[in-house]
């Protein structure tokens, strides 16, 4: 039979468990956020109607637009709110219209909160006709999350 040290056994444990611990709250905070973002996707989110949420690497990224319902040719605010992992520089916003090469459509993001950014711009009138957009957040060193919307004429 090995005998250890008693006190040294239980500092072990205990470690163990804070170690252990740390994980379970990490992972429960994470999958709270990713269950609220699949609610979202459920009910196929309308940024017409509320902000959307997506998870990035088990957090959320919220995206909101306003005025609504989101126009094209208006001026128009986009809020961005990370939840979890922070980025060391502001996220950046482009504005893309998929199958489509619209030039550059850069929102620039400013930070207005511990975890909220901001910017200004607008939503083009496309010659085509089409109305369905794309804005890409890319969190750096994080990822990136896409929204897909139409925007009204
Ligand atoms: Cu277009």
Same mark, same amino acid.
């Given at each position: 039979?090995?005998?250890?040290? &008693?006190?040294?056994?239980? /500092?072990?444990?205990?470690?163990?468990?804070?170690i252990?611990?740390?994980?379970?709250l990490?992972?429960?905070?994470c999958?709270?956020?990713?269950?609220?973002?699949?609610?979202?996707?459920?009910?196929?989110?309308?940024?017409?109607?509320?902000?959307?949420?997506?998870?990035?690497?088990?957090?959320?990224?919220?995206?909101?637009?306003? &005025?609504?319902?989101?126009?094209?040719m208006?001026?128009?605010?986009?809020?961005?709110?990370l939840?979890?992992?922070? &980025?060391?520089?502001?996220?950046?916003?482009d504005?893309?219209?998929?199958?489509?090469?619209?030039?550059?459509?850069?929102?620039?993001?400013?930070?207005?909160?511990?975890?909220t950014?901001e910017?200004?711009?607008?939503?083009?009138?496309? &010659?085509?006709?089409?109305?369905?957009? /794309?804005?890409?957040?890319?969190?750096?060193?994080i990822?990136?999350?896409?929204?897909?919307?139409?925007?009204i004429y």
């Open positions: 039979m090995i005998l250890t040290s &008693p006190t040294a056994s239980r /500092k072990f444990i205990i470690t163990v468990i804070l252990f611990m740390t994980f379970v990490d992972a429960f905070k999958s709270t956020m990713a269950e609220t973002a699949r609610k979202q996707a459920e009910t196929e989110c309308n940024i017409h109607k509320t902000s959307c949420t997506q998870t990035l690497m088990g957090c959320a990224v919220t995206l909101d637009i306003e &005025p609504k319902p989101v126009k094209a208006t001026d128009l605010t986009f809020t961005v709110v939840s979890g992992k922070r &980025p060391l520089t502001n996220p950046t916003l504005l893309e219209m998929p199958g489509m090469k619209m030039g550059p459509n850069q929102i620039d993001l400013k930070s207005v909160g511990s975890d950014y910017g200004k711009g607008i939503i083009v009138r496309c &010659p085509s006709g089409r109305r369905t957009w /794309k804005a890409i957040i890319t969190i750096p060193d990822g990136a999350a896409e929204f897909i919307f139409d925007v």
